[in-house]
């Protein structure tokens, strides 16, 4: 079955670490984006990549950073410069940059302490 | 003033019922609409989206005011499943770039026996 995959589910790590969350799809999409979802919030867009070898910075891109090598894969890594980085983070692809409908990944709960 | 607003709820109803939940947006320029479904801990899943003309699917109607620049949603003879939180969504302008979604905080509903 096609479809994308996060992982770790669950994810802790301590202050100042650097952390990578994995993004997978098998659906030949050409998108793949990264949200993040805090309580009584909705989705805030990270970054997004339209085409391999290339990516956007979202809206609250500061304290993150992405790649795009290959089409299946949109690696997120949280840096020590994210100030808030306990989050709910979901990863998402569509067809192409132009199509609305997002498939989602199970998400990934990342807690820094 | 938040782009995409919703009334987080929770909105508490029998099965049987039928309930509806509004979202505002801001941006006048903005094109295409849906609704998504977030089970509790889960990641979105696409409901349906909305056209000018209103659509139904089911128990499920969704409709589009431009004019007031508000999208609905009804959900008719509501069950036990029917329980989540609705996400409003809306592309942010007229781009066609699917980075531009802009998500509400959700509406969350609760169905009673």
């Known amino acids: 079955d096609g479809g994308i995959t996060q992982s770790p589910k669950y994810l802790f790590r301590k202050e100042g670490q650097n952390v990578t969350l994995s993004c997978e799809q098998n659906l030949n999409h050409d998108a793949m984006y990264w949200y993040r979802q805090d309580p009584g919030q909705g989705l805030r867009l990270i970054y997004y990549?339209?085409?391999?070898?290339?990516?956007q910075k979202g809206d609250i891109a500061e304290g993150y950073s992405v790649s795009r090598e290959k089409k299946e894969s949109f690696p997120l890594t949280v840096t020590s410069a994210q100030k808030n980085p306990t989050a709910f983070y979901l990863c998402a692809s569509s067809l192409s940059p132009g199509q609305n409908w997002l498939h989602f990944g199970n998400g990934t709960r990342l807690t820094v302490t | 003033r938040k782009e995409v607003e919703q009334d987080p709820g929770p909105f508490n109803v029998p099965e049987g019922a039928t309930v509806a939940f509004n979202c505002t947006y801001s941006n006048s320029a903005s094109q295409s609409f849906f609704w998504y479904r977030q089970d509790c801990r889960k990641e979105p899943k696409l409901l349906m989206s909305?056209?000018?003309s209103g659509n139904e699917d089911g128990r499920f109607t969704a409709q589009l005011n431009r004019a007031s620049q508000y999208i609905s949603l009804l959900i008719r003879d509501s069950k036990l499943s029917d329980s989540a939180t609705y996400l409003c969504v809306v592309n942010r302008g007229s781009s066609s770039n699917t980075g531009k979604l802009i998500f509400g905080q959700g509406t969350t509903l609760q169905v009673k026996p």
């Open positions: 990549s339209q085409i391999v070898n290339d990516f």
């Open positions: 909305v056209y000018s």
